[in-house]
């Protein structure tokens, strides 16, 4: 449990357990996550893929569907709990105070449909506002985000649209509404590498302008050390470690954090050998019986701990805004 | 950017005053000029208009669908100035004005006697004037088929959407129902139809569309399988979209675009129906002109009065040609949009 006081908090998850119930057996996605977001904070939600990432932050819109289910915890958004809401009350947060905005920007807008229909659509759900004002708002928004010449881009189809333009379209539209919390699903993952640069300056933007809280979900460590201001790396299904960046990126103390941080290739940067973390992310039906990345770790066989396999680890604080998933950190462990 | 990222073979980075890992005023500075540098990069050009657009532009290059279209615009000038372009009313009888019946065309230009009055198609078994009764039948063939096909179109695209969206049992029924109505022969069907109901205009019309529901059912509900799977349709969920505005606002504006292209064909196909049922005493009664009917009352003159056959039959053909011709072009047009 994280003790990290954070002032305000705008999201609490405690105990979030999302599960698929396949054919093949329960898929554990997400199994026991805690994460807190601050008001006006970014949080750097980082992991490989397929463990879970994706899944906590739908799990927050309640947009998981068949055969995925939320089976255990609490989402409390400013203290409400969002697992106890009806469907139409979730609608209604929907867009409004809780947005979102997905990796295949381009994809995510539907075709037919121009750019500043689609933002205005939103001011229409959410404010009752007529398609005339609307459309007047749209055209501000995308002003808002940099999109140049907002009025002719406001008639432009989205296959007109280059991706980075349609990433701050979409960005656009999840702000329209002027919501509490963004949860941004891999914004950067479809752009080139200066689009993205631009994009991540956008996102740090709003939030000074705005104060708006922001969820970003990555497998860039770039993008969190440029972003961040709190970092929660998930595996396998729980969060392994957290901390705010710049401490994680100092002094990381999971294994697999550190894994991941050796694992970045640098520009410039000749070496023979790239850092790995050997092995795969663990079938999340079958999960190994002690700590989940126990089967990957070399830090493991090196100390020679024999609990990580036998036991789950708890978060341990290492100080008051670090906490960390590992036997490691734990006195008596050894 | 890259200056900023962490460099782990680095000794362990504190934040420091003068190197600070979020440098935000040195990255405002950086951004404004990379936005600068590359909007002009960032932005396609985009001096094409809408999708209707792009697709009237394509449809123009196509042979077939010009070719499509003239025919189809003479049918409709045809049904719309009827009463102007038909020398006589359709029922009337004109054994009175001297003629007899199935004579042949008399046409003053190309030599017919001057006293006689003109006919260019000539006269039908009724003493009517065949070439009035060709242009009236117009009107009949293209209404019919038309508002069979709207039937058809509207009902089958609320099934399928339905189908599709919702899916599970929903879809499994509706889907169920229409492959019953699909497993006949389909003029078999209509044929039974019009049995039960009587025969008749509006009847035919019915038979044909409920015959055609489950081919416009199929198409949408595929188109909406794969449209509730895209990324839009999450990410207008996330928005905050109802369930029935994501159908009628989101899904179903997709979907027109094969329903168009299935549409214009299906016209082809309807008029060739009613033309059927009419040919079989089951459809349009007489006296209305219908070109099916008309052909069905003079077949027996095949080889006696050939005029009388010859031309109901050329302008059914017209007609269907006319619309298929169109049909592919508009596929063709609209289809290679959507995989760009």
Redo the contacts between chains.
């Keep these: 449990m994280t003790t990290t006081a954070i002032n305000d908090p705008v999201l609490e998850i405690r105990g979030l357990e999302t599960h698929f119930f396949t054919r093949d057996g329960v898929v554990k996605a997400v199994d026991g996550v805690n994460l807190t977001v601050g008001k006006g904070e970014i949080l750097g939600l980082v992991g490989e893929s397929g463990c879970g990432k994706s899944v906590t932050s739908m799990s927050v ?1 309640r ?1 998981i569907q068949n055969p995925g289910e939320i089976v255990e915890g609490t989402i409390l958004f400013h203290g409400e709990d969002l697992l106890g809401l009806s469907e139409k009350e979730m ?6 105070r809780i ?2 905005i ?3 920007p381009v ?8 750019a500043g229909s689609q933002i205005a ?2 001011y229409e ?2 404010e009752s506002l007529k398609k005339k004002a609307g459309n007047a708002k749209a055209v501000e928004m995308l002003e808002k985000v ?1 999109i ?2 907002p009025e ?2 406001a008639k ?2 989205p ?4 991706g ?2 349609a990433q701050r379209v ?1 960005i656009a ?2 702000l329209a509404a002027g919501p509490e919390l963004l949860i941004a699903d891999e914004p950067t993952t479809a752009l080139d ?6 994009i ?2 956008l996102m ?1 933007e709003i939030r ?1 302008d705005l104060g708006t809280s922001i969820i970003v979900i990555t497998h860039d ?2 993008i969190v ?3 961040a201001d709190r970092v929660s790396v998930m595996y396998a299904g729980e969060i392994v470690e957290e901390a705010v ?2 401490t994680l ?3 990381p103390k999971h294994p697999y954090t550190r894994g991941l ?2 694992s ?1 290739p ?2 410039g ?1 000749r070496r023979e050998w790239l850092e790995v973390i050997p092995g795969r992310v663990p079938n999340l039906i079958d999960l190994p019986g002690g700590c989940r990345f126990a089967p990957r770790c070399k830090a493991r066989e090196e100390a020679g701990l024999k609990i990580c396999t036998e036991q789950r680890p708890e978060l341990i604080n290492i100080d008051d805004a670090h906490t960390v998933r590992c036997f490691l950190y734990q006195e008596g462990a050894k | ?2 200056d ?6 680095d000794e ?4 420091t005053d003068d190197q600070p ?2 440098t ?1 005023e040195a ?2 500075a ?2 404004d000029k ?2 600068m540098d ?2 002009g990069g ?3 050009a ?1 001096t ?1 208009g ?2 209707w657009r792009t697709a009237g532009r394509e449809i123009i290059r196509k042979k077939s669908a010009i070719v499509g279209m003239s025919l189809l615009s003479i049918l409709l000038l045809l049904a719309a100035f009827a009463p102007i372009i038909a020398p006589y009313p359709p029922d009337e009888v004109l054994f009175d004005q001297g003629v007899s019946p199935r004579d042949p065309p008399c046409i003053h230009l190309f030599g017919c006697a001057e006293e006689n009055s003109q006919h260019i198609l000539g006269i039908d078994g009724n003493g009517r004037d065949y070439f009035s009764r060709i242009v009236y039948g117009a009107r009949v063939s293209l209404l019919a088929a038309f508002v069979a096909v709207l039937f058809a179109s509207i009902w089958g695209t609320t099934v399928g959407l339905i189908a599709g969206f919702f899916g599970g049992w929903v879809d499994n029924f509706l889907m169920r129902v229409m492959d019953v109505l699909l497993s006949f022969p389909s003029l078999l069907l209509a044929i039974v139809v019009v049995t039960v109901l009587g025969p008749g205009l509006i009847n035919a019309i019915l038979a044909i569309a409920i015959v055609t529901i489950p081919q416009y059912a199929r198409i949408v509900r595929s188109s909406v399988l794969s449209i509730r799977e ?3 349709v ?9 369930r029935w ?1 994501l159908l009628a ?2 899904i179903f ?2 979907t ?1 675009t094969p329903l168009i292209v299935i549409a214009t064909l299906g016209v082809a196909t309807a008029v060739l129906e009613i033309a059927s049922l009419s040919f079989l005493g089951l459809g349009v009664q007489p006296p209305t002109p219908e070109w099916g009917s008309m052909l069905a009352a003079e077949r027996n003159q095949v080889f006696t009065a050939p005029h009388l056959v010859f031309f109901a039959g050329l302008m059914i053909m017209w007609n269907v040609l006319g619309f298929n011709l169109l049909g592919d072009g508009l596929r063709d047009a609209i289809d290679p949009r959507l995989g ?1």
């Design positions: 819109l947009l609608r209604s947060i929907r867009g409004d947005s979102m997905f990796q295949q994809g995510s807008l539907n075709p037919v449909f121009t659509e939103v759900i959410h940099g140049p010449d002719r881009r432009a189809y296959h007109e649209l280059s980075g333009m979409m539209m999840a590498v200066t689009i993205q640069a631009q991540i300056d740090r000074n460590l770039g050390a440029e972003i960046t710049e990126f100092a002094h941080i050796g970045i640098l520009a940067d | 950017m890259s900023d990222l962490y460099d782990p073979s362990p980075l504190e934040p890992l979020n935000i990255s405002d950086i951004r990379v936005r590359l909007s960032d932005v396609s985009s094409s809408g999708l895209q990324e839009y999450s990410a207008d969920q996330a928005l905050g979209v109802s505005r606002h989101r504006p997709n027109l760009r």
